[in-house]
């Protein structure tokens, strides 16, 4: 059974840093992108960032460069999310996701979602 479960969510104030984390099973974790979207209320969901399957490339939204960070250990599947400095508008419903292209057809697995509040 494929699960991706995210934790490291909550309540912080503008400036502050959490640390989100999603643990993957049922699945082989080191031959997928990993990447972590987002959806604020009456929003799309969007894409945040991504990590390469060994984690040798990392690509980030502009609103987020330079503030996280998206890290892997292959080890633990588990995929990370370093937020620093964060602002009211990162505010949103933060989701892992796991990709990759079987035979010309794109797989995908999701989590369920951890909620990051940014207010003073």
């Known amino acids: 059974q494929v699960q991706l479960v995210e934790s490291g969510g909550g309540l912080v104030q503008p400036g502050g840093s959490l640390r989100l984390s999603c643990e993957a099973s049922g699945f082989t974790f080191s031959t997928y992108a990993m990447s972590w979207y987002r959806q604020a209320p009456g929003k799309e969901r969007e894409l945040v960032a991504v990590?390469?399957?060994?984690?040798?490339?990392?690509n980030y939204a502009d609103s987020v460069k330079g503030r996280f960070t998206i890290s892997r250990d292959n080890a633990k599947n588990t995929v990370y999310l370093q937020m620093n400095s964060l602002k009211p508008e990162d505010t949103a419903v933060y989701y892992c996701?796991?990709?990759?292209?079987?035979?010309?057809?794109?797989?995908?697995?999701w989590g369920q979602g951890t909620q990051v509040t940014v207010s003073s």
């Open positions: 996701n796991a990709h990759k292209l079987l035979l010309l057809k794109s797989v995908d697995y």
């Open positions: 990590i390469t399957k060994v984690g040798g490339s990392t």
